[in-house]
């Protein structure tokens, strides 16, 4: 007994078997849409599939770092224009055409009799694509508006509908639906694996790329998954450009740089904070020139006298004392508290709770 197909087997099989695909998403297509829509249509490109990809309205933002130039406003080029002539009381001779400055006419002979205009008709011919795919849209009425402008345009053709959202009505001849897919990117890496393996190169890795990383908000979002990482991780080795997505998508960059920068702590001051009045009062024969100035001097002994207050204690011209008792305490009786902090070897957060 066969086994049934799956849907997404399903899918790749009418991929395979069409000649013309249409491609078409959201009214005001989102990062995903746009990016899946970009990804797919240059892969069946690639595997000799004529393709028309369509997105009538303005295009989001990660569009800056798509290959988009073949995604089109309209339906043109699709469907044939056919003049129709009546020749049921004028029988036709000859039929030529010629093309004058911007206007082509057509020039009918008839053996006998005139044609008139009430003889002559127009209409449009068939739809040439065979196939449909929708992505990432999860009702009919959502589509794209090139289907309130052509409402018969998927009629009596395969409609493929592959979406991640829960809420999707399954409106397609085949519904390729995970809700568990953090995006339609995510879900179209293995259909693209299946019809045209090995030929993601780094155009199609930075749509899928950023498809993936819009949907998961750079991979921060609860829809983030193992799946959606390393699916990522295959794309930045297929040459995705991370850092342009990043920009794209929001606004910043992540290089290497700017981490060191964001974490690295500030530079440490040579013996500062072992200074107390016991070792102060025996100044150093060699002097040191510096450039730093006196007010981050002020500001270190301002740091120790603040975490020192938070031991009960405080500096005075005396020494150590005790703020509860007044007492002066040996810097000895200290040591065990204090030691991790005045360290020169060791870096502690100071924000972390030790």
Same mark, same amino acid.
């Given at each position: 007994?066969?086994?049934?197909?799956?849907?997404?087997?399903?899918?790749?099989?009418?991929?395979? @078997?069409?000649?013309?695909?249409?491609?078409?998403?959201?009214?005001?297509?989102?990062? !995903?849409?746009?990016? &899946?829509?970009?990804?797919?249509?240059?892969?069946?490109?690639?595997? +000799?599939?004529?393709?028309?990809?369509?997105?009538? $309205?303005?295009?989001?933002?990660?569009?800056?770092?798509?290959?988009?130039?073949?995604? $089109?406003?309209?339906?043109?080029?699709?469907?044939?224009?056919?003049?129709?002539?009546?020749?049921?009381?004028?029988?036709?001779?000859?039929?030529? #055409?010629?093309?004058?400055?911007?206007?082509?006419?057509?020039?009918?002979?008839?053996? &006998? +009799?005139?044609?008139? %205009?009430?003889?002559?008709?127009? !209409?449009?011919?068939?739809?040439?694509?065979?196939?449909?795919?929708?992505?990432?849209? &999860?009702?009919?009425?959502?589509? !794209?508006?090139?289907?309130? @402008?052509?409402?018969?345009?998927?009629?009596?053709?395969?409609?493929?509908?592959?979406?991640?959202?829960? &809420?999707?009505?399954?409106?397609?001849?085949?519904?390729?639906?995970?809700?568990?897919? /953090? /995006?339609?990117?995510?879900?179209?890496?293995?259909?693209?694996? /299946?019809?045209?393996?090995?030929?993601?190169? #780094?155009?199609?890795?930075?749509?899928?790329?950023?498809?993936?990383?819009? /949907?998961?908000?750079?991979?921060?979002?609860?829809?983030?998954?193992?799946?959606?990482?390393?699916?990522?991780?295959?794309?930045?080795?297929?040459?995705?450009? @991370?850092?342009?997505?990043?920009?794209?998508?929001?606004?910043?960059?992540?290089?290497?740089?700017? $981490?060191?920068?964001?974490?690295?702590?500030?530079?440490?001051?040579?013996?500062?904070?072992?200074?107390?009045?016991?070792?102060?009062?025996?100044?150093?024969?060699?002097?040191?020139?510096?450039?730093?100035?006196?007010?981050?001097? %002020?500001?270190?002994?301002?740091?120790?006298?603040?975490?020192?207050?938070?031991?009960?204690?405080?500096? $005075?011209?005396?020494?150590?004392?005790?703020?509860?008792?007044?007492?002066?305490?040996?810097?000895?009786?200290?040591?065990?508290?204090?030691?991790?902090?005045?360290?020169?070897?060791?870096?502690?957060?100071?924000?972390?709770?030790?």
């Amino acid at each position: 007994m066969q086994q049934e197909l799956t849907p997404k087997q399903q899918a790749v099989e009418l991929i395979k @078997q069409a000649n013309h695909i249409l491609l078409v998403t959201g009214k005001e297509p989102n990062n !995903d849409q746009l990016s &899946s829509m970009v990804a797919l249509e240059l892969i069946l490109q690639r595997v +000799g599939k004529q393709v028309s990809a369509i997105v009538t $309205s303005d295009m989001p933002k990660v569009h800056k770092v798509l290959d988009t130039r073949h995604i $089109s406003r309209d339906l043109t080029g699709i469907r044939d224009f056919v003049i129709r002539l009546d020749t049921k009381d004028v029988e036709v001779d000859k039929l030529r #055409y010629e093309v004058n400055d911007d206007n082509l006419e057509v020039v009918i002979s008839p053996f &006998s +009799g005139n044609f008139t %205009a009430e003889n002559a008709s127009f !209409d449009y011919g068939a739809y040439k694509f065979d196939l449909v795919i929708v992505l990432g849209v &999860s009702e009919i009425s959502k589509i !794209d508006a090139i289907l309130e @402008q052509n409402p018969t345009i998927f009629d009596g053709i395969h409609l493929i509908n592959i979406d991640s959202h829960r &809420s999707n009505e399954n409106y397609g001849s085949v519904n390729y639906v995970e809700p568990q897919a /953090s /995006s339609v990117c995510e879900m179209l890496v293995g259909v693209i694996e /299946s019809v045209a393996q090995g030929m993601i190169d #780094y155009h199609v890795a930075t749509a899928l790329l950023a498809g993936i990383m819009s /949907s998961t908000k750079g991979f921060t979002a609860p829809n983030t998954t193992a799946k959606s990482l390393t699916i990522a991780a295959q794309m930045m080795s297929g040459g995705a450009k @991370q850092q342009e997505i990043v920009q794209a998508l929001f606004g910043q960059t992540t290089t290497r740089d700017n $981490s060191i920068r964001e974490f690295r702590p500030e530079p440490k001051k040579v013996k500062e904070s072992q200074e107390t009045p016991e070792n102060t009062a025996k100044p150093e024969s060699k002097s040191v020139k510096s450039d730093k100035p006196v007010e981050k001097t %002020a500001e270190k002994a301002e740091t120790i006298a603040e975490k020192l207050a938070k031991k009960g204690v405080e500096l $005075s011209q005396d020494g150590v004392k005790d703020t509860q008792t007044g007492k002066i305490i040996q810097t000895e009786e200290l040591s065990s508290g204090t030691e991790d902090e005045q360290s020169p070897k060791k870096f502690k957060n100071p924000s972390l709770k030790q």
